[in-house]
Nanobody, 129 residues
Framework: VQLVESGGGSVQAGGSLRLSCEIARFTSTSNRYCIGWFRQAPGQEREVVALIDKDDNTWSSDSVNGRFTNSQDNAKNTLNLQMNSLKTEDTAMYYC??????????????????????WGQGTQVAVSS
């Protein structure tokens, strides 16, 4: 299963970007799933950004709450991350992730990036001051 991200780019602080990820091949074959976004800035560890599952349960990091909205279209073909009020610290490579072993409600205790079996190639987001 291939996850393909799009929508990255450069923007000034305070601006907006929308990332998308093609998920149809994954969601169409999974009775349950958890999909979302991680990001990694140079020299830093991967950080979870936002997650959503088949029932539209969501989870997001405190660092993006109120600014980023993670959603999937009605047909479950595309995952979208709407990023508003961007800050320079949001600069990172953003990765679309997916797994069918759990949902947002059943995330394993101590879960981490390694729990997600499917990753996209990443799309770069650069926010300048």
């Amino acid at each position: 299963v291939q996850l393909v991200e799009s929508g990255g780019g450069s923007v000034q602080a305070g601006g907006s970007l929308r990332l998308s990820c093609e998920i149809a091949r994954f969601t169409s074959t999974s009775n349950r799933y958890c999909i979302g976004w991680f990001r990694q800035a140079p020299g830093q560890e991967r950080e979870v950004v936002a997650l959503i599952d088949k029932d539209d349960n969501t989870w997001s990091s405190d660092s993006v709450n109120g600014r980023f909205t993670n959603s999937q279209d009605n047909a479950k073909n595309t995952l979208n991350l709407q990023m508003n009020s961007l800050k320079t610290e949001d600069t990172a490579m953003y990765y679309c992730v997916a797994d069918s072993s759990f949902t947002v409600s059943t995330l394993p205790v101590g879960w981490s990036a390694e729990y997600f079996g499917y990753w996209g190639q990443g799309t770069q987001v650069a926010v300048s001051s």
